[in-house]
């Protein structure tokens, strides 16, 4: 982990370079059961989690969520992607946010968070200077007011270059199940590439605090950026001591044996669960026959 300002702005380095695709899949696996059970902590203990994504068009923000929540409970997360704001969302920025934060018990993820403010929205003109400024000067003790009020929050900026978006782009627009994703917005927004990169490292510079840092991720490779993001959760939150790559081949599979019925293709967690139920009727037969034999020493 590389510090880029003190304790305020920290660029992950991936140690998932040149990841092939089995091994992508196995790890996947393995932090998603993580993030599994820091949800189930959280559902729990009735806390509000809070992750943000942002970044420019086509960084992958929206499917790195999909990863996150591919086997989470539904009923503990929301996925927030806002569009255009009405006029009186945009004079009430921060309220705009405040009532879609997680509820007690809940993970909130955010497709571009209230940053829109800091990045997009002075970029191309849609926001006022006064109101840009006024965001500026007030997100970092808002969100301090927050995160002191319970909230834990994680701030990722997912970072593409020029180069990959433009292909991502273009994978968009030849793809008749993708094209949707592309928007004239988009079109617009990539000329203005310096101005972002200008309002970006604004961001930086004024709205990350030791308590409410940014987190930067290298989203060129979409593998290694929704990993590097899954185990940042999964350290800060859950097993400290995740060591990626490691353990258990979570592909390997299991059988056993239940009331003659035979399980095959079982994961570790499946098979322990099936084990603990025949544990339980051997100790029932085991009981059963014990009775079984007292009852004929009496009965002799």
């Known amino acids: 982990m ?3 300002t003190g304790e305020k702005v920290f660029k992950i380095e991936a140690p998932y370079e040149g990841i092939s695709l089995k091994d992508y899949h196995i790890e996947k696996r393995r932090l998603q059961l993580e993030l599994l059970t820091i949800q189930q902590k959280v559902a729990k203990l009735s806390q509000r989690l809070c992750i943000c994504f942002d970044g420019r068009d086509a960084a992958g923000k929206g499917s790195t969520i999909l990863r996150f929540t591919q086997n989470l409970m539904p009923k503990y997360y929301r996925t ?3 569009g255009i704001p009405t006029p009186k969302e ?8 405040e009532k879609l934060l997680p509820k007690p018990g809940e993970v909130v993820f955010f497709d571009r ?3 829109n403010r800091a990045l997009i929205e002075p970029t191309m003109g849609y926001c006022t200077q006064s109101q840009y400024e006024y965001f500026m000067n007030k997100v970092l003790e808002w969100e301090h007011n927050l995160i002191d009020n319970g909230l834990k929050l994680v701030k ?12 991502r782009f273009q994978e968009r627009l030849s793809d008749p199940l993708k094209f949707w994703k592309f928007s004239e917005n988009d079109f617009h927004a990539r000329k203005k590439w310096e101005t972002y990169t200008k309002y970006k490292e604004q961001m930086f510079t004024h709205t990350a605090s030791k308590k409410s840092p940014w987190i930067l ?9 929704r990993l590097t993001t899954m185990l940042y959760i999964v350290r800060l939150y859950g097993n400290k001591k995740y060591v990626p790559l ?7 599979k299991y059988s056993i044996e239940l009331n003659g019925v035979a399980f095959n293709g079982l994961n570790k967690l499946q098979l322990s669960v099936l084990s603990e139920l025949v544990e339980e009727k051997e100790e029932k037969n085991l009981g059963k026959s014990k009775k079984e034999v007292l009852t004929r ?4």
Do not use: C
């Open 80 to 82: 927030v992607d806002l």
């Open 246 to 252: 490691t353990g258990e081949d979570v592909s390997e």
């Open 297 to 300: 020493i009496q009965n002799d």
């Open 217 to 225: 991720i290298n989203s060129n490779s979409r593998k290694e950026s």
């Open 113 to 115: 968070s209230w940053y």
């Open 90 to 97: 945009s004079k009430y920025w921060f309220h705009r946010y």
């Open 156 to 167: 990722f900026y997912l970072s593409v270059d020029p180069e990959h978006q433009l292909y």
């Open 2 to 4: 590389k510090k880029l």
